[in-house]
């Protein structure tokens, strides 16, 4: 069974940097893009960037510049690297993935996701 752990939320200060985690677990053949989401209160889940198993990004625009995004395939890590946080982005952060197995290939996963609050 796959599973996707997600850590490294809590509260910031407007202004601050988080690091986020996904680490992904269980019998893994591959993994292909990563992606990370987030869901703020009252609000519909919104991407907000991916990285490819070659390593290519691409980023929301409300993000960008901001948010950096990167993986160890060694641990089948996804992180995001968060500065210049600002209130709107206060939202619950899930992670998902492609992932490859002996049974299926590419089928998705989703983290329980790890909750970002920024104090203004």
């Known amino acids: 069974q796959v599973q996707l752990t997600e850590s490294g939320g809590g509260l910031v200060q407007a202004g601050g940097s988080l690091r986020l985690s996904c680490a992904a677990s269980g019998s893994i053949f591959k993994i292909n893009a990563m992606n990370w989401y987030r869901q703020a209160p009252g609000k519909q889940r919104e991407w907000v960037a991916a990285?490819?198993?070659?390593?290519?990004?691409n980023y929301a625009d409300s993000v960008k510049g901001r948010f950096t995004i990167s993986r160890d395939n060694a641990k089948n890590t996804v992180y995001l690297q968060m500065n210049s946080l600002n209130p709107e982005d206060t939202a619950v952060y899930y992670c998902?993935?492609?992932?490859?197995?002996?049974?299926?290939?590419?089928?998705?996963?989703w983290g329980k996701g790890t909750l970002v609050t920024v104090s203004s």
């Open positions: 990285i490819a198993s070659g390593g290519r990004t």
């Open positions: 998902d993935a492609a992932i490859t197995t002996r049974d299926y290939v590419g089928m998705a996963y």
